[in-house]
């Protein structure tokens, strides 16, 4: 394996961690404020 490859695969390897981080979060962020969407009551009429 050449240099070049070897950097890229490290920064690949480093840069796989965080992604598969914010990702999971952003997907259970989603998919939390879609489930209490159930939940919220619709009418905004206040009387």
Not at 6 to 25: D, Q
Request: overall charge neutral.
């Amino acid at each position: 394996m050449s240099t070049l490859e070897s950097v890229i695969w490290h920064v690949l390897g480093y840069a796989a961690m965080p992604v598969i981080i914010l990702t999971g979060f952003l997907a259970v962020a989603v998919v939390s404020l879609w489930l209490l969407s159930f939940g919220k009551d619709k009418s905004t009429h206040h009387s």
